[in-house]
């Protein structure tokens, strides 16, 4: 029996360094961000996990918001950044979407260009620019592939745990790509978005210190029962201001 325990380690371990091979080997450059990430899809399947997602999302806050004025009004807006910038150069397909949930202060973006505002942060918002801000930082994620990217990171540790368990002879139990795969972000996408967010303000003509306004916003709507999607990875929302605030300067913009 000893024979059969070093040859399930042996398996385990080949298993486990095919994962991270193809991790490694998956590794590409952003060509809209400048970021090196590891992707294990391509841009026609990320919309097609939007697009299947999409209607969940709808219903898991309180299905579209119904006013078609309004609805047409936050696609103008986000139809008006994606024209304006490289995200019209992406092979995404952008919808906005206002959902109605009239309680939690939320905004959020699925791969391949499904976005969505809920009427709670909406109401809040003081003027365009703002709604852009939002809009334009959600359209970050998309391009960012943050989703994407953490997809491939479950795929790889998946994988790992995969041979680990066939080495100690586990059954096997990988789970399924979740929501929380695909919502959840990470601090370095939060910034990266909050920095390609300001780019596209500046890009389509909004003033971008009214992404500090949402800021703002945001740190004064939250309580301890709310996580805003803006917040929720985010411990010092100073700090993000302040990365705001080089952003503006970077691309030019004038900080008020
Ligand atoms: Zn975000």
């Not at 202060?105 to 809040?124: D, E, H, R, V």
């Not at 003081?126 to 959600?138: F, S, T």
């Not at 586990?170 to 370095?188: F, K, P």
Request: charged share 20%; aromatic share 8%.
């Amino acid at each position: 029996m000893r024979g059969s325990w070093k040859l399930r380690i042996l398996i385990g371990v080949l298993i486990a360094g095919f994962g991270l091979v193809r991790y490694c080997s998956s590794m590409e450059e952003n060509p809209y961000t400048g970021t090196t990430q590891a992707i294990s899809m391509d841009p026609k399947e990320e919309i097609a996990i939007g697009l299947a997602n999409a209607p969940k999302m709808i219903e898991e806050y309180g299905g579209m918001y119904q006013d078609q004025r309004l609805q047409n009004y936050v696609d103008m807006v986000g139809q008006k950044l994606v024209e304006n910038t490289v995200a019209t150069q992406t092979p995404y397909q952008y919808e906005f979407h206002l959902l109605a949930d009239p309680q939690t202060i939320n905004a959020f973006a699925l791969p391949g260009g499904q976005i969505f505002i809920t009427y709670a942060l909406y109401s809040k918002l003081q003027n365009e620019d703002q709604l852009a801000g939002v809009l334009g930082h959600e359209i970050g994620h998309v391009i960012g592939r943050h989703s994407s990217e953490r997809i491939a990171n479950t795929q790889v540790w998946q994988t790992v745990a995969q041979g680990a368990e066939v080495g100690v002879g586990a059954g096997s139990a990988v789970s399924q790509i979740g929501m929380t795969t695909l919502l959840s972000n990470g601090r370095d996408d939060e910034l990266e978005s909050d920095d390609l967010g300001v780019r596209f303000m500046i890009k389509a003509g909004y003033n971008p210190n009214e992404m500090i306004g949402v800021m703002q916003i945001l740190k004064a709507a939250a309580g301890p029962s709310r996580v805003p999607e803006f917040q929720s990875t985010h411990p010092d929302p100073e700090n993000r201001m302040e990365q705001i605030k080089e952003s503006i300067r970077k691309y030019g913009g004038v900080v008020e």
